[in-house]
């Protein structure tokens, strides 16, 4: 494998974290939000990852390893009924509905995350501090 690779799958696997950011992130937001429908509310959304053996574009017909995106899988739980009389979204018999979003939950797994995203930034830091100490040994 080429150390020219390393940038490929690096950047793929902080595509991948960012993406994963971006759902916890909206998974967070929409958790205390009601609706006055059980059918309408939202629910709770995770990307599911898959590793993909890609070809890499160096003469010696390398394979490289990276990350895509197979789905972004949405959860299937019930609503959660509150009695809210009063709330101008309730229904007929004074429910509204909340999803049923863990944000403890959540709140790891966006930690997670930005290690992950951390960690290949690291990578791809380290690279390219060995490539410019390789350079320059030419020099000395």
């Excluded at 898959?50 to 017909?61: D, F, K, P």
């Excluded at 863990?102 to 791809?124: F, G």
Aim: glycine share 6%.
């Amino acid at each position: 494998m080429s150390v020219f690779n390393v940038f490929d799958v690096a950047g793929s696997g902080m595509s991948a974290q960012m993406l994963r950011l971006n759902t916890v992130a909206s998974n967070l937001a929409n958790a205390e939000t009601v609706s006055g429908n059980e059918g309408d509310v939202y629910q709770a959304r995770h990307p599911v990852f898959e590793s993909v053996l890609q070809e890499a574009e160096s003469m010696n017909g390398d394979e490289v390893t990276i990350v895509k995106v197979r789905e972004i899988m949405q959860e299937q739980t019930a609503a959660i009924p509150l009695y809210r009389p009063n709330h101008p979204l309730a229904n007929n018999e004074g429910f509204v509905y909340s999803p049923d979003i863990d944000t403890v939950a959540e709140m790891a797994d966006m930690i997670s995350a930005s290690r992950s995203y951390q960690n290949n930034v690291e990578v791809l830091s380290t690279t390219k501090e060995l490539l410019l100490r390789t350079l320059q040994l030419g020099q000395g």
